[in-house]
């Protein structure tokens, strides 16, 4: 008997949509549309709910500034107490 066919296949198909736009879904980079999309992908395919973290360890540097990202919430708090009378 062969069970090998009853097995889930773990790894994408070609439903799954590229680790580019996961990555863009991550960073909330996509439209409403494409989201949606994503969401109702991620319902149903184990593999790419397995990428999704990580792809956080794969962020990529290239567009980002030198400078560390300050939450803005702090930044505002830290201006005013820089530039308090
Ligand atoms: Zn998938």
Redesign the pocket.
């Known amino acids: 008997m062969n069970h090998s066919q009853t097995q889930l296949t773990f790894r994408?198909?070609a439903?799954?949509?590229a680790s580019s736009t996961l990555l863009a879904y991550r960073m909330e980079k996509l439209s409403r549309k494409l989201v949606a999309t994503v969401k109702k992908?991620?319902a149903?395919?184990?593999?790419?709910?397995a990428?999704l973290p990580l792809l956080a360890h794969h962020t990529p540097v290239r567009r980002r500034p030198r400078a560390p990202e300050i939450p803005i919430d702090l930044r505002i708090l830290a201006e005013s107490l820089l530039f308090q009378k």
């Open positions: 994408k198909t439903a799954c949509p992908h991620l149903v395919c184990e593999f790419c709910n990428e």
